[in-house]
């Protein structure tokens, strides 16, 4: 059968709430960290903290809010990808040294780097914008420890970064995707 836009979730989501989608960014498949060993070096493989994050308006008109549903393939891929920790972004010394403005960055060498790359350069570039950081998961029969761990790992990480841009005072959010009722 023919998928068409409104089959999507960001559509329906959109519709629902009676909003205009402003930008589509999203790509399947794609990562939030580069991991060469995976192949994914192009802006589509990864790099979602480069200008993907930062290419979210159109002439003069910006987003109002920002979803963003990213990790999930860099969990799935937790045996090669760094997926980190919140302890790659929770002092000021490691946030210095991974962004300064929004055309001045580190590469990141962990997914809990680039996540805060991105939602860094966002902030700066769109600072009127509510941004919703949904949290990945992975089915139950794809559950097993180590993509538990990640999975665990990753999520505390976002929630982390998402408190210290809210304690900024910053429009950052938790959407959380799954609940233990399904899909909300």
């Known amino acids: 059968a023919d998928i068409s836009r409104g089959d999507t979730w960001w559509q329906q989501t959109a519709d629902t ?3 205009q989608l402003l930008v589509n960014n999203s790509w399947s498949g794609s990562f ?15 790099a979602a903290y480069k200008d993907r994050c930062v290419n979210l308006h159109i002439g003069n008109q910006n987003p109002d809010m920002i979803a963003v549903f990213l990790g999930t393939n860099d969990i799935g891929n937790y045996t090669t990808t760094k997926i980190g920790s919140k302890a790659d972004i929770d002092t ?10 929004v055309s001045s960055f580190a590469t990141p060498t962990t997914s809990i780097a680039a996540y805060y790359i991105m939602i860094s350069r ?4 769109y600072p009127d914008a509510e941004i ?21 790992t990753f999520n505390e990480g976002v929630r982390y970064l998402v408190s210290y841009f809210a304690g900024q005072g910053l429009g950052a959010l938790i959407v959380g995707v799954i609940t233990a009722t399904g899909l909300i």
């Open 92 to 101: 000021d010394t490691e946030r210095n040294a991974l962004f300064t403005s």
């Open 17 to 19: 709430l009676g909003m």
């Open 32 to 46: 939030i960290v580069k991991d060469p060993a995976l192949g994914n070096n192009t802006e589509y493989g990864a």
């Open 132 to 152: 919703y950081c949904m949290l990945p998961t992975i089915w139950q029969s794809e559950m097993a420890s180590g993509y538990t761990t990640a999975l665990n």
């Open 122 to 125: 966002m902030v700066e570039n």
